[in-house]
């Protein structure tokens, strides 16, 4: 199966059906696929799996831009295990 197949048969008519920009490509999919991933809080070393990625580290170089609310996440469970809050 050609790439190029595969976008103008199939992608192409499946954004123009969901009312999504013609612009989309797989690879926003892909990038979105990841990002909702590490968001909803999937172990990085899963989404790297997914991703097909060597390591978890390209995984999480490439998707840093999500880490800073991770942290803070991380950081509101710790303070409510050590101090019972929240």
């Known amino acids: 199966m050609h790439a190029s197949n595969l976008t103008a048969r199939h992608f192409k008519p499946a954004l123009k ?3 999504l920009p013609q612009e989309v490509r797989l690879y926003d999919l892909r990038h979105t696929c990841a990002t909702l991933l590490l968001l909803a809080g999937v172990n990085p ?3 790297a799996e997914r991703l097909g990625h060597a390591s978890v580290t390209l995984t999480l ?3 840093s831009h999500v880490l800073p609310t991770m942290q803070e996440e ?3 469970r710790l ?3 050590l101090y019972g809050t929240r």
């Open 45 to 47: 070393k899963i989404v």
């Open 61 to 63: 170089d490439t998707y």
């Open 74 to 76: 991380a950081a509101g």
């Open 79 to 81: 303070e409510a295990m």
């Open 17 to 19: 059906a969901a009312g």
